[in-house]
């Protein structure tokens, strides 16, 4: 396994450290802290960004009918992760985790856990390299039905817009129809965001890159939206029971889309 650098501060383990979690080291709290100094918001932000995708999660269990998910750049384990929402309503669903991160796989192989009827499983690998993830995915999940493609939080770290969307295109072009792809990111929308975000991307820490609503929409080309389409992630179906089901606009955006 290849060795946790705890000198460089990491997004997966800053994220975790706004979540309240205690997988970080002192050089993330510190590179979190920054961010959270000019945009006190972040920590809410992040909780927002994992109540969309339990919401994405049910609607896909229980409204489309899926129950095979590749979550690619999933990050450290938290509460209510992919698996844990969607087994929790259908039990035969599987789950395939990718990320690079060695902490990530570490705790991973611990803590994601599966239902007997189901399967959980950890790919590291990049997201850089579809190619490989499907591959590697294919001896999990089937493909001759659909899949959801999770890419939160991931291609903002991916400074080319077109390298992006070519990495998404990748994915999906390798699932059948009648699959869906989800991707929630940070908007270029909240001038504090955007000066928090350029202190964190000076910390050492792999940039993150915010974009545009227009430019965050662009990822879902060819496929179908569901509704109510790219939207700031408390818009997207809120339930009476999310603290963060507001119609406020938040520098967070998501959506998610069928594959014809």
Request: charge should be negative; hydrophobic fraction near 40%; charged fraction near 25%.
């Amino acid at each position: 396994m290849p060795k946790i650098d705890s000198s460089v501060p990491h997004s997966a383990r800053i994220f975790t450290y706004w979540l309240g979690g205690k997988d970080h080291f002192p050089v993330d709290e510190e590179a979190g802290e920054r961010v959270r100094e000019i945009f006190p918001a972040i920590v809410d932000l992040a909780r927002v960004g994992r109540y969309f995708l339990g919401r994405v999660v049910r609607y896909l269990v229980q409204d489309a009918g899926v129950t095979q998910f590749l979550d690619v750049g999933t990050g450290l384990p938290t509460v209510d992760n992919t698996h844990e929402v969607a087994q929790r309503l259908d039990p035969r669903c599987r789950v395939v985790y990718v990320d690079n991160d060695p902490l990530v796989l570490a705790h991973a192989e611990a803590l994601l856990t599966s239902t007997p009827e189901g399967r959980t499983h950890y790919l590291e690998a990049d997201v850089r390299d579809p190619e490989r993830i499907l591959s590697e995915a294919r001896g999990i999940l089937d493909f001759d039905q659909p899949v959801a493609v999770f890419l939160m939080g991931i291609l903002a770290h991916v400074d080319d817009l077109t390298e992006a969307q070519s990495i998404v295109r990748r994915l999906m072009d390798g699932l059948p129809a009648g699959s869906y792809l989800s991707v929630r990111d940070g908007a270029d929308t909240d001038p504090a965001y955007l000066a928090a975000i350029e202190g964190y991307n000076a910390s050492g820490a792999v940039p993150y890159r915010l974009r545009s609503p227009e430019e965050i929409a662009r990822f879902f080309e060819g496929l179908e939206l569901v509704e109510p389409g790219v939207v700031p992630c408390p818009q997207w179906r809120p339930e009476a029971e999310d603290p963060f089901a507001s119609p406020d606009d938040v520098a967070l955006y998501g959506g998610l889309a069928r594959k014809r």
